[in-house]
């Protein structure tokens, strides 16, 4: 057995190992060997995998370096016995300069190795196979006929990783697990509070098509305005830990939000709150909020969240954007105040960017509407309406951008038609973004 130099390892200019710097194996001799350290990946801490006397092998782990993103397992390079462990485990090794060899190894010392020989047709037979000594004896031990085996190394070596996967049992399907009860999050913990809630509310349901090719044209030249001219934000709010960049580029939300608020200037009481709403009808009462504090639902990393663009009447649709945007960015590094989550007078959800085109939004206990959108479909659409038997005006049929919209409202205080027709005014403006920008005030 050859008996490697002492394992030693370092934190910072890398973990340090002690090696052999040459192997001589010879039968029944012995021979002088000098000990030389060598430099092992540094990124963190070091985890002692071995213990001093323990016999090694080639390829066995003998120590782990981690840090908090990555860890590397060092394994041994020879064959032999851990002769001494410099540090403790989960001691930190500080930088220093390779640690000095014992004097008894510094000034070398014999070993005998003994070796197992070949047989001339063992010999043979490999060759003229690619694979290391060290790769040949796991064969051998295993039992493996290296021609039989396909090497995955550079020029098709064979390595040892191949050795153990060809003589690996095939996998078993895994067991079939028991069920598992986990306590509801914290973000789960308030949907199930506020939709339960939401759920005693009678509601009812309104559903729309918008044709948004006007719209898209609008947008594109505000795109195009915005790459030459990008727009800075001048907001500053608690929320804001860092300096956002200029919107160059919006999406269709801050459009949408901007004629949603300008509906809401002709019906007032689809952004009203309900109050005193549990003590009967006698004692309920209309609250109309003069802000247009408008949700927008978010899929986050913590769960569903629906901060809201504050003053959204008071504010252009570049402005929105931004506001979209620092919402967005808090939302994705968990950094949503609770102002930017307080005090939403109504919501409108977007799942076009996931995906599906209808969907039912749920109210909020403290709103009296909600709104959804979903994809937006390129679809067959008539370009002129004509009469049924009109054939000096056949119908054209081209592509259109289609949009779904859907809504509900807390029935109690709004009937069928109020809403009908808020939506109605709504759709006008995505139709027709020109008169929503010439009733801007």
């Not at 003998?62 to 001494?84: C, H, L, N, P």
């Not at 679809?379 to 005006?393: I, S």
């Not at 808020?422 to 801007?440: D, G």
Request: contains cysteine; proline residues 6%.
């Amino acid at each position: 057995t050859a008996r490697p130099a002492a394992f030693k390892c370092s934190q910072g200019g890398g973990t340090t190992t002690t090696v052999p710097a040459a192997r001589s194996f010879h039968v029944g001799t012995r021979v002088q060997r000098k000990d030389v350290p060598f430099l092992l990946a540094d990124i963190g801490e070091g985890i002692t995998e071995c213990e001093e006397g323990d016999r090694v092998e080639q390829f066995s782990p003998i120590a782990e370096v981690q840090s908090d993103k990555a860890a590397v397992e060092i394994t041994s390079r020879y064959d032999g016995v851990i002769k001494k462990l410099h540090y403790a485990q989960g001691d930190v090794a500080r930088q220093a300069a390779a640690p000095a060899v014992d004097a008894m190894a510094a000034a070398g010392r014999t070993v005998v190795a003994a070796v197992t020989a070949d047989s001339t047709t063992a010999a043979m037979e490999e060759a003229y196979t690619l694979a290391t000594p060290a790769v040949r004896r796991i064969a051998r031990e295993n039992r493996v006929d290296l021609a039989n085996v396909r090497g995955t190394g550079p020029g098709g070596r064979i390595l040892k990783g191949d050795i153990l996967a060809f003589v690996a049992p095939a996998p078993t399907p895994a067991p079939i697990t028991g069920d598992a009860i986990v306590p509801l999050g914290a973000i789960q913990k308030a949907m199930f509070k506020s939709m339960t809630r939401s759920l005693q509310i009678p509601h009812f349901g309104f559903s729309e098509e918008i044709i948004l090719d006007a719209t898209t044209a609008y947008r594109a030249s505000i795109n195009a305005h915005l790459k030459r001219n990008p727009y800075h934000s001048s907001s500053n709010t608690a929320t804001t830990t860092t300096s956002l960049p200029p919107v160059k580029k919006i999406s269709y939300m801050p459009i949408f939000i901007k004629a949603l608020s300008m509906a809401l200037n002709e019906f007032p009481i689809l952004n009203a709150r309900l109050i005193h709403a549990e003590e009967g009808p006698a004692k309920a009462q209309l609250q109309y909020r003069a802000a247009h504090n408008i949700g927008v639902a978010m899929d986050t990393p913590q769960g569903l969240l629906v901060p809201n663009v504050k003053n959204a009447h008071l504010k252009s649709i570049l402005a929105i954007a931004a506001d979209l945007e620092r919402l967005k960015h808090g939302g994705a590094r968990n950094a949503l105040s609770a102002h930017d989550l307080a005090d939403g007078t109504i919501t409108l959800s977007n799942i076009g960017n996931i995906g599906g085109t209808l969907l039912h939004p749920v109210l909020v206990a403290s709103q009296v509407c909600i709104g959804a959108v979903g994809r937006i479909q390129t679809l067959p659409r008539f370009e002129n309406e004509t009469e049924p038997n009109d054939t000096t005006h056949p119908p054209v049929v081209r592509a259109t951008q289609v949009l779904n919209v859907s809504f509900n409202a807390d029935h109690r205080v709004v009937d069928g038609a109020t809403l009908a027709r808020f939506v109605a005014l709504w759709k006008m403006y995505l139709e027709h973004p020109a008169t929503m920008a010439a009733a801007m005030r």
